[in-house]
């Protein structure tokens, strides 16, 4: 992995969520911190921020990493389930102008896990200091390794997990629903 092709300067955000990772382990959490900034389209001002650590222990939640939790916060507070392009009055919170997104600043490389919560939340830009390699050092042990390793084999050729697949005669049935049924709130669109 060569990290020097998507270097960028740091920026208080950044150290923002590496502060909250120091916090989160003097408190009994994970060494993991995040970040996420609303900005305004139009004047790439700061309309506001949530920050959040990892609280997989706190809360008995293997999902609740930093990114997770801070990605949670911001769409229940705004009320939005796409970070990447929020448009005034869909959001519940106030914004200067038509448009704004998010950005997300994480203390580490996230996890497969938390980078596909960051596609889906509709995040366009990420920025993390510390690397899934240096996470994965003696004494610190969060390795991913296993599961980028698992992720690239088929199915049948993964080693940790027995994965099947089977039809039953309504698996189709909530797509179909979802697909024929205008009243369903689509996310990720612009209200009319």
């Given at each position: 992995?060569?990290y ?20 989160s ?41 930093a990114?997770?939790?801070v ?93 099947e697949?089977a ?26």
């Amino acid at each position: 992995m060569c990290y020097e092709e998507i270097s960028a300067p740091a920026n208080q955000w950044l150290e923002r969520a590496n502060e909250e990772a120091l916090q989160s382990v003097k408190n009994g959490g994970g060494p993991f911190g995040a970040v996420i900034v609303q900005i305004d389209n139009e004047t790439d001002e700061v309309i506001r921020h949530w920050v959040s650590h990892n609280q997989v222990v706190l809360n008995h939640d293997p999902t609740a990493h930093a990114e997770v939790m801070v990605i949670r916060m911001a769409a229940k507070e705004l009320g939005v389930v796409d970070l990447g392009c929020i448009y005034q009055g869909q959001a519940k919170l106030s914004q200067p102008s038509e448009q704004s997104y998010c950005v997300i600043y994480s203390s580490a490389e996230p996890c497969p896990m938390c980078i596909s919560a960051i596609y889906w939340a509709g995040i366009k830009k990420l920025m993390f200091s510390a690397t899934r390699f240096d996470a994965a050092k003696p004494g610190v042990d969060f390795s991913d390794a296993v599961i980028y390793e698992e992720l690239a084999r088929p199915y049948h050729q993964r080693r940790y997990m027995q994965i099947e697949y089977a039809r039953t005669v309504n698996y189709l049935d909530a797509f179909d629903y979802y697909k024929n049924n205008t009243e369903v709130r689509r996310y990720g669109k612009k209200p009319a």
